[in-house]
């Protein structure tokens, strides 16, 4: 009969300790985890709603999050124009002048997409650029799918930060990249679609119409919706 009222008192002690604890009453090993008082922890950049550009760049760092880091990259090619953009252009990823000068579309291609920007009546740094994928891919194939994973929270947190009015997207891959499909560019283009909630349009890649220049009309009317 004692030992069963010492396991009684026992219990009760226990059940008080705990819902002191519980009420914050007293210290003890019960008391569950608390939240520090102040403002909510803080998020990264590429977390938060409308990241500072520049906050974001740094948090990409060196990056290491995929192999291409480790293919030959000589630069990242962040992105570059107007942080306040109400046009945003994206391509698939760096080149090799790209990589060297750690710039989004250079060379020949960049140099027509500036032509293509200023029949618009608009001048590059009007404009913000940048590519799916940061870092060059080796001889410039196409992105593969870790690839494009590693870098999507970047390219998004990029669009929330400049809050552009329309998207245009360069060549296939961009497009089918945010898109999310495997549907050609030529069914594609030319047509409003939604990214994040904003009008995106696909057109033609530079380097294409380099190519290809009986396209740059169809590009051209693709630009002027």
């Not at 030959?72 to 046009?87: H, M």
């Not at 252009?89 to 027509?112: C, N, R, S």
């Not at 080796?138 to 870098?151: F, I, Q």
Request: net charge neutral; glycine share 8%; hydrophobic share 35%.
């Amino acid at each position: 009969m004692n030992q069963r009222r010492e396991v009684q008192a026992i219990s009760a002690g226990l059940q008080q300790l705990l819902q002191w604890d519980l009420e914050d009453q007293a210290p003890g090993y019960f008391r569950r985890p608390q939240t520090p008082a102040g403002p909510q922890s803080e998020l990264l950049p590429s977390q938060q709603e409308r990241p500072d550009l520049d906050a974001l760049r740094q948090e990409l760092g060196d990056c290491q999050r995929c192999k291409l880091c480790n293919q030959g990259r000589s630069n990242i090619v962040f992105g570059q124009g107007n942080p306040n953009a109400r046009l945003l252009f994206a391509g698939e990823g760096p080149g090799y002048h790209e990589d060297q000068q750690g710039l989004p579309f250079v060379g020949k291609a960049g140099a027509l997409l500036e032509r293509m920007i200023a029949a618009m009546g608009l001048q590059r740094n009007d404009v913000y650029i940048c590519n799916v994928v940061k870092c060059r891919p080796p001889k410039n194939r196409d992105p593969e799918a870790d690839e494009v994973l590693a870098c999507r929270p970047f390219l998004r947190a990029q669009v929330r930060s400049v809050q552009p009015e329309v998207i245009v997207t360069l060549g296939r891959f961009a497009t089918q990249a945010l898109l999310e499909t495997t549907a050609p560019i030529g069914r594609l283009r030319g047509q409003f679609r939604d990214y994040l909630d904003i009008p995106l349009m696909p057109t033609f890649h530079p380097a294409y119409l380099l190519r290809n220049p009986n396209e740059k009309r169809s590009a051209w009317e693709d630009l002027k919706q």
